[in-house]
């Protein structure tokens, strides 16, 4: 076996594939064959601005899908030949064997988890990083703290009549969102440019906004009238998404508002009114497994085999290989709505 992976090699530059080492799993991880990759705003963030890298050349990329070819001695959740989706964390352990932008990537077998033979390499690759980010965000006692779904179960009956608005629900992440929150049978309000709406509505929002409206703010606290509110996720975390969420919450009485972003300037907090923003915990609060990889592994594993959870956003797949990547992220770069730009390696 014979590695390449696409190098950047210092802030603004573009990728240069390159041969790399051959990564070998540590005893709590596997190595995966990659067939498909993902892209993320945050991967042309760092090529932009440099952020998170402790060191040059550094390898993007957190979201792959393919087939286990070797796994770490203390591995018995996996074996060789499984197909998997996978969330790989350089971006954490600044370790370019965990890097997804190359053929072959170690990550932890719990960060790992196995796709039907129904789903193809390039829709499961849609999941890990937008999947683990909602589930943090919505069910880690850290942010919103609802109380999770299970793919395998029905809703929670005491769920029923409760809402929360996701901003951005045509967002990989906020999609996620969507689907994680209708499964826990919350009323989903969310916003989308008009052309979503259908397709927000088809992955289990109750009503969809459009975000560019004026009197946005008053039409979904009109909306959650006489309902209880759980709280809000702003999948944008941009100032004027921001600003909304608040006035929202406010209106409604208060709550709280999870951010995927947490870098972004807050506006003026009213009374009532709390954010939450941070990392995604890889630990639980009493250093054990956090609520968002079991969700996660749930989800991607049985969600997936009994229809809880589709594969969305739509994968827009650009063949050829680790060449292909730096397109990728131009087209990441540019903006992407009700899509998630997906390179395949392996046809």
């Known amino acids: 076996m014979m590695n390449k992976a696409a190098f950047l090699n210092s802030t603004g530059t573009s990728l240069a594939i390159q041969d790399a080492p051959l990564p070998h799993p540590e005893a709590h991880e596997v190595l995966i064959r990659n067939h498909a990759v993902a892209i993320n705003p945050v991967d042309y963030k760092i090529q932009d601005t440099g952020a998170l890298v402790s060191k040059w050349p550094y390898v993007l990329g957190e979201d792959i899908a393919g087939e286990v070819v070797e796994v770490g001695s203390g591995v018995t ?17 600044q370790n370019q064997a965990n890097a997804g932008f190359q053929l072959y990537t170690t990550t932890a077998a719990s960060m790992t ?91 289990g929002a109750a009503e969809t906004f459009d975000y560019l409206d004026d009197a946005i703010v008053e039409k979904l606290v009109k909306a959650a009238r006489g309902k209880e509110v759980v709280g809000a996720y702003d999948a944008i975390s941009s100032e004027s998404s ?16 999870s951010l995927t972003l947490a870098s972004t300037k807050l506006p003026d907090l ?17 250093g054990g497994e956090p609520i968002w990889r079991q969700v996660w592994t749930d989800f991607l594993g049985t969600g997936l085999q009994n229809g ?37 390696l392996v046809k």
């Open 113 to 203: 988890s196995r796709i039907p033979d129904t789903v193809v390499f390039t829709d499961a690759v849609v999941f890990p990083l937008g999947l683990a980010t909602a589930a943090g965000a919505l069910f880690s006692t850290e942010y919103l703290g609802i109380d999770p779904p299970k793919a395998s179960a029905p809703a929670l009956p005491e769920s029923k009549g409760k809402v929360i608005l996701i901003w951005g629900g045509a967002s990989s992440v906020g999609s996620c969102a969507i689907q994680l929150c209708a499964a826990a049978g919350l009323t989903v309000l969310t916003t989308t440019s008009t052309k979503n709406f259908e397709y927000a509505k088809d992955i």
């Open 77 to 93: 959740s996996l074996q060789k030949g499984d197909r998997v989706a996978a969330f790989a964390l350089n971006i954490v352990t």
């Open 270 to 286: 009213p009374e009532g009114v709390k954010v939450v923003a941070g990392r995604l915990p890889l630990q639980g609060p009493h």
């Open 308 to 344: 809880k959870l589709k594969a969305k956003p739509d994968a827009h797949i650009l063949g050829g290989g680790l060449e292909r990547l730096q397109e990728g992220l131009d087209l990441v770069r540019k903006g992407v709505s009700a899509k998630k730009v997906v390179v395949e």
């Open 242 to 257: 921001l600003a909304a969420c608040v006035n929202f919450l406010h209106a409604v009485g208060g709550g709280k508002l």
